[in-house]
């Protein structure tokens, strides 16, 4: 049944039929309208308000990543419009739906340069898979279906939408709508019986899986194919989950600080499947010399990622779960014994080794990692901190590393975690460094305010760790600008935000502290002191191939 509404109230209503639980975002004059929409409609969705706009575009990425539904960030004009735009780019790299709305200034003042006007859909187009001014409000609630539709469908990514104020005040009739189904259909005449056979004549299969299996849902059917061949399994950063950690067949992770075991192997099979991964320059460092002597089968939801970076020799364009669904049966159980038991050699050969002098950030993630849920999120930053993450926790669901793949966003993790707690309803954890901490550590008064349990591991070194660890590995030692002299003293500013903090510097004193804050209710800072030259290893340099990596130093 039709009714008249307002351009805001239209924007509301659409929201909610589209089933969005939570938005995330900052008011300002050009999107009050919205938000007094949104007060109208408060039992139906609850309003997330951050400290900044950066801070919700991660909150609004981090609670798409653990539900697996759009985020909806919503923020004002000019200034509210660009402090999205890193978090809209964040979510593009790892292809998150994200629903981003902003206010603008009323349309005959579009291009005057009026206060506060920006023209942020120019802005975004190189990091949205799509986004519109909406200039007619007839049009606007067609748009915001549609882009949810976009944001969704194939592979998953950031729309924006950008409304004049003048449009969100107009009139129109408008009629709610079910939401439509967004999937498209796999195209069965693709050549599945050819993969299946290049699958069932290899001898020393690989799986290779990426974050393409984690938007796809497609653990149960990367499970059933990794034990019908027998066939060990890699994952890149944003695929860890997808495939469980403790499963006798998973390798661990690949590139440049994946595990030596990959390395040593990989290259020794004959045909990797790669689903759902799209070879980026920290997997293929050398893509020339990248997997050279074997066979690639490369399974996307994106046809522009196959043979972008690494030539296959054959492909399968389609959602992985679907695509797994149609190979199954045409796949032959195989036993490859001989193979399975080299590489899990090779994994119980190369442990990661602990780090540092008096508190090794492993011993910590890997007590933090006995004492919760395999459902419970967990965020991180960008850096050391974070490769310690996907390297030693043993992450075994889909949808439960929240981390900034990608773009290497530094500063995602406070934001993404709040999202991460909202989504789970149970809260999240977030492994930090202090680098990345400080540039949005304004977010611990949103996570406080909104009573989550959020429990925060910060790696202190006092530097900048990774950059200082190339520092030191590849620029002689010239520490330039990675040495922070921070005065911060952390337990006094969680207090301040009205958090609880401990501070750990000793292994001997882990399962006390870190205990301690896990039982804890709320939000809880642990100040983790460690060694201002600990080092993520193993690495592979830049440009080199798996045979050059580095165990030690």
């Known amino acids: 049944m039709k009714k008249q509404l307002k351009g805001c109230q239209i924007i509301v209503e659409c929201l909610i039929e589209q089933g969005v639980e939570y938005v995330f975002g900052y008011p300002g004059g050009q999107i009050i309208d919205t938000f007094d929409a949104l007060y109208e409609r408060r039992g139906q969705i609850k309003q997330i308000l951050t400290a900044h706009e950066q801070g919700a575009a991660h909150a609004a990425d981090g609670y798409a990543r653990v539900s697996g539904k759009p985020g909806v960030v919503i923020a004002t004009s000019g200034p509210g419009a660009t402090n999205l735009v890193t978090g809209i780019a964040n979510a593009y790299m790892d292809s998150i739906p994200l629903i981003a709305i902003t206010g603008n200034v009323p349309v005959p003042l579009l291009g005057r340069d009026s206060f506060q006007e920006v023209d942020i859909a120019g802005i975004t187009m190189p990091i949205t898979k799509h986004n519109y001014i909406v200039k007619d409000v007839n049009k606007l609630a067609d748009t915001i279906r549609e882009a949810f ?76 194919l990794a034990e019908k061949l027998n066939a060990p399994v890699c994952s890149s950063v944003m695929g860890l989950g997808a495939f469980p950690s403790s499963h006798p067949l998973f390798a661990g992770l690949i590139g440049m600080h994946g595990s030596a075991a990959v390395a040593k192997t990989l290259g020794k099979c004959d045909l990797m499947i790669a689903l759902g991964a799209r070879f980026s320059d920290r997997v293929a460092q050398n893509r020339n010399a990248f997997m050279s002597g074997a066979k690639i089968l490369h399974i996307d939801v994106d046809d ?114 709040i999202g991460a707690a909202f989504a789970s309803k149970k809260g999240s954890v977030l492994f930090t460094g202090d680098g990345s901490f400080h540039m949005n550590l304004n977010e611990l008064a949103t996570a406080v305010k909104y009573g989550l349990d959020i429990k925060i591991f910060l790696f202190n070194n006092n530097v900048l760790g990774m950059v200082r660890q190339w520092q030191t590995l590849f620029y002689g030692g010239r520490y330039s600008s990675t040495v922070l002299n921070l005065p911060t003293d952390y337990e006094a500013l969680a207090k301040a935000f009205g958090a609880q903090a401990f501070t750990l510097t000793r292994n001997e004193d882990i399962e006390k502290t870190v205990g301690a804050a896990l039982k804890a209710d709320g939000v809880v800072l642990v100040n983790c002191v460690i060694d201002e030259d600990d080092m993520v290893l193993p690495m592979i340099p830049p440009g080199k191939a798996m045979g050059d990596i580095i165990e030690e130093i």
Not at 200 to 219: E, I, M
Not at 318 to 338: E, H, M, R, Y
Not at 387 to 396: D, G, H, I, K, L
Request: aromatic residues 6%; proline residues 5%; charged residues 20%.
């Open 149 to 224: 539709c976009i944001a969704m469908s194939g592979r998953r990514g950031p729309v924006l939408i950008d409304v004049p104020k003048d449009v969100q005040q107009a009139l129109c009739d408008f009629a709610p709508v079910s939401p439509a189904a967004c999937a498209a259909a796999l195209d069965e005449t693709q050549d599945f019986g050819g993969a299946a056979q290049i699958i069932n004549s290899a001898v020393r299969p690989y799986l290779f899986v990426g974050g393409g299996c984690v938007a796809a849902g497609a653990s149960d059917e990367l499970i059933a």
């Open 304 to 417: 522009a990622e196959i043979d972008k970076n690494v030539r296959s020799h054959s492909h399968i364009k389609g959602d992985v779960k679907a695509v797994l669904k149609k190979l199954l049966p045409l796949v032959a159980k195989q036993s490859n014994g001989d193979w399975a038991k080299a590489v899990k050699e090779q994994v119980e050969k190369h442990p990661f080794r602990p780090v540092g002098k008096t508190l090794c950030p492993r011993k910590v993630i890997e007590f933090v990692r006995s004492r919760v849920l395999d459902s419970t999120p967990i965020a991180t930053d960008v850096g050391q901190h974070q490769m310690w993450v996907a390297q030693s926790y043993r992450f075994e669901r889909g949808r439960t590393f929240v981390t900034s793949g990608g773009l290497g966003t530094m500063g995602f993790g406070m934001g993404a975690a």
